[in-house]
């Protein structure tokens, strides 16, 4: 059975733990003769379900284009300064429009999200080729400046509390009203794969794509917004998520290479069921009580990230 064949049956089975597993349980037959649990289901676990899969898919795809742009393996919205640009921009519109609605917050984290990301990448242009952990470590630098700035801020204005809830990502708070901007994030990731041959060659260097004929600034602007939109689009949503950009593209990559056309619809799928059994995971740990996905990503991100940096292969274009 091949990776894709793999990932469908897998993904079904971790849609159905995550529909059944809560506080309160819900089994067929209470579907079927208890209005309650029914509500239960279309209002909050199918959203949060959904919620999951499709932050999971977005964020994935946005690591691995973003590790095309960089030409690095080990690089990714978390690591690169994405998530803590789009936190900045969030505690930014909440100090001067504190009533502002949940799209002109999106927009103001999409705005900066943008300019964190190609600051990131203007900065290792500078970098010398042959030392590509010297990338990575860049972006957790550069990244804990920009988190550093939002804590300031944050803390200046009695806004701790309130910033901790959107840089720890979390579904617990997902219900029907309440996530429906993802799907811009699933919409975006399908674009990624009409574009995705563009992605892949631009991957291989300026010369190498204006070469073959591929207008490179274009599509690094074109890569910079997916990259930015789907990442201030969950932090908005669910909040910060660890690792899901780093450690599927990887893992994908060294199962079906680096063609994105054929590798981009594993990743995707790879990044959903990661995310959701990490959530499913979240719900179990303590039940009744949850943990954040992002705790629980955290961890299981950081092992296999420590995996991928030990094993064999591993290094950066």
């Known amino acids: 059975m091949t990776l894709a064949r793999a990932a469908y049956p897998a993904l079904a089975l971790l849609a159905l733990l995550s529909l059944?597993?809560?506080?309160?349980?819900?089994?067929p037959l209470q579907l079927l003769t208890d209005p309650e649990g029914l509500w239960l289901l279309?209002?909050?676990?199918?959203p949060r379900t959904v919620a999951a899969l499709l932050a999971g898919a977005g964020l994935a795809v946005a690591g691995v284009i973003m590790q095309m742009l960089a030409r690095n393996r080990f690089v990714e919205?978390?690591?690169?300064g994405t998530g803590e640009a789009a936190g900045l921009g969030l505690v930014a519109v909440t100090l001067l429009a504190p009533a502002s609605a949940i799209w002109l917050k999106m927009l103001a984290a999409t705005a900066t999200a943008l300019a964190g990301t190609a600051g990131f990448l203007a900065m290792v242009r500078r970098l010398p080729p042959r030392e590509p952990l010297l990338v990575p470590l860049t972006g957790i630098v550069y990244g804990g400046i920009l988190g550093a700035a939002t804590t300031f801020l944050a803390y200046e204005r009695d806004l701790l509390q309130y910033i901790g809830i959107w840089m720890n990502g979390e579904f617990s708070g997902v219900m029907i009203g309440?996530?429906?901007y993802l799907w811009i994030s699933g919409g975006l990731t399908v674009?990624?794969?009409?574009?995705?041959?563009?992605?892949?060659?631009?991957?291989?260097?300026?010369?190498?794509s204006v070469n073959l004929g591929l207008s490179y600034g274009q599509v690094m602007a074109f890569g910079l917004f997916i990259v930015s939109v789907i990442?201030?689009?969950?932090?908005?949503?669910?909040?910060?998520?660890?690792?899901?950009?780093?450690?599927v593209p990887n893992i994908v990559s060294r199962i079906r290479g680096d063609n994105l056309r054929h590798s981009l619809p594993i990743?995707?799928?790879?990044?959903?069921?990661?995310?959701?059994?990490?959530?499913v995971l979240a719900r179990v740990i303590r039940y009744p009580y949850e943990i954040p996905v992002g705790t629980v990503l955290g961890i299981v991100g950081g092992a296999i990230f420590l995996w991928l940096l030990h094993s064999r292969g591993s290094r950066g274009h």
């Open 191 to 208: 674009l990624a794969y009409l574009f995705a041959d563009r992605f892949t060659i631009a991957g291989m260097g300026r010369d190498m």
């Open 231 to 247: 990442t201030a689009l969950t932090v908005v949503t669910v909040g910060m998520i660890p690792f899901v950009g780093l450690v």
């Open 42 to 46: 279309a209002v909050s676990r199918l």
């Open 20 to 27: 059944g597993t809560g506080a309160s349980g819900i089994g």
């Open 178 to 180: 309440r996530y429906e």
């Open 267 to 279: 990743v995707a799928l790879s990044g959903a069921a990661l995310v959701l059994a990490c959530d």
């Open 77 to 80: 919205p978390a690591t690169a």
